[in-house]
């Protein structure tokens, strides 16, 4: 539900408790109905008729300009974000892509707050690494040779390594090292399940259908649907059951996505 729909209902909900109410003193008292709206109303009652009123409006337009204000917050440093740690659009496009993705699963998951702000920060910086890695080998069309997949594979080390000389990236150098480790141990640390951080299982989930969804050299674009059930071959090996589960639902229960829809904002 859009924010303004909300306070308008608020605003609502305090005019009709007046007038229902009046209505119930008219029929009690025998009075005409504008009578019973305001003149001859005991003042307990205009008093506690005036206190559910504003109470309404109070958490209405709080609630309204709460939201607000968060949007406005998220979309900043977004934007911040996006400007400090990549030169090329479409590198920033995906980082908000997958910021979106990541962000509504980690509120159906609920994560804690601190969490969410680090995952943040790893959908914008999780390739920092690939500074490291040589233009041929980024470039190369087609599959990379196994010495070709070890240079670039350097980039997650890399970039952890990186991030812990940077004082506002060194609480998430440690997502970044593992943001490719598949749940079933297959990864290059060899860390699985649970061991591996939740923030890194969403990431990889979120990461591996934007893969699917967008432009690519291996493949076709595929449909949401289309998308999920390629995901779902590698549920419990690449990426977390569980988390795959969640983001299945989320992504074909139209009215909780639009619930989670209220949490997260899409950067602009």
């Given at each position: 539900?859009?924010?303004?729909?909300?306070?308008?209902?608020?605003?609502?909900?305090?005019?009709?408790?007046?007038?229902?109410?009046?209505?119930?003193?008219?029929?009690?008292?025998?009075?005409?109905y504008?009578?019973?709206?305001?003149?001859?109303?005991?003042?307990?009652?205009?008093?506690?008729?005036?206190?559910?009123?504003?109470?309404l409006?109070?958490?209405?337009?709080?609630?309204?300009?709460?939201?607000a204000?968060?949007?406005?917050?998220?979309?900043?440093?977004?934007?911040?974000?996006?400007?400090?740690?990549?030169?090329?659009?479409?590198s920033?496009?995906?980082?908000?892509?997958?910021?979106?993705?990541?962000?509504?699963?980690?509120?159906?998951?609920?994560?804690?707050?601190?969490?969410?702000?680090?995952?943040?920060?790893?959908?914008?910086?999780y390739?920092?690494?690939?500074?490291?890695?040589?233009?041929?080998?980024?470039?190369?069309?087609g599959?990379?040779?196994?010495d070709?997949?070890?240079?670039?594979?350097?980039?997650?080390?890399?970039?952890?390594?990186?991030?812990?000389?940077?004082?506002?990236?060194?609480?998430?150098?440690?997502?970044?090292?593992c943001?490719?480790?598949?749940?079933?141990?297959?990864?290059?640390?060899?860390?699985?399940?649970?061991?591996?951080?939740?923030?890194?299982?969403?990431?990889?989930?979120?990461?591996?259908?934007d893969?699917?969804?967008?432009?690519?050299?291996?493949?076709?674009?595929?449909?949401?649907?289309?998308?999920?059930?390629?995901?779902?071959?590698?549920?419990?090996?690449?990426?977390?059951?569980?988390?795959?589960?969640?983001?299945?639902?989320?992504?074909?229960?139209?009215?909780?996505?639009?619930?989670?829809?209220?949490?997260?904002?899409?950067?602009?």
């Amino acid at each position: 539900m859009r924010p303004f729909v909300r306070l308008l209902i608020y605003c609502a909900a305090a005019i009709f408790l007046w007038l229902a109410d009046s209505l119930l003193l008219a029929f009690g008292q025998g009075l005409s109905y504008p009578d019973a709206l305001w003149r001859f109303v005991p003042a307990t009652r205009l008093l506690l008729r005036l206190g559910i009123t504003l109470l309404l409006l109070f958490i209405g337009v709080l609630r309204f300009t709460a939201h607000a204000v968060r949007k406005r917050e998220i979309i900043r440093i977004n934007k911040a974000d996006s400007g400090a740690w990549f030169g090329r659009a479409d590198s920033a496009k995906k980082a908000e892509r997958l910021l979106y993705h990541s962000l509504r699963l980690a509120t159906v998951l609920r994560m804690r707050p601190r969490e969410k702000d680090k995952l943040r920060q790893l959908c914008y910086c999780y390739d920092i690494g690939m500074v490291g890695v040589p233009d041929w080998v980024l470039e190369k069309d087609g599959g990379l040779t196994h010495d070709e997949q070890l240079l670039r594979d350097r980039h997650i080390e890399l970039g952890a390594e990186i991030a812990r000389q940077i004082p506002q990236l060194r609480r998430i150098a440690p997502l970044i090292a593992c943001h490719e480790e598949y749940y079933n141990g297959g990864g290059a640390k060899g860390m699985y399940g649970r061991s591996i951080p939740l923030a890194c299982r969403i990431f990889l989930v979120a990461l591996i259908y934007d893969y699917y969804t967008q432009p690519h050299a291996d493949g076709r674009v595929l449909e949401n649907e289309e998308a999920l059930d390629e995901l779902a071959f590698y549920s419990g090996t690449v990426l977390d059951p569980d988390v795959f589960a969640a983001f299945r639902r989320l992504m074909s229960d139209k009215r909780l996505g639009a619930a989670v829809a209220e949490h997260v904002f899409a950067p602009e």
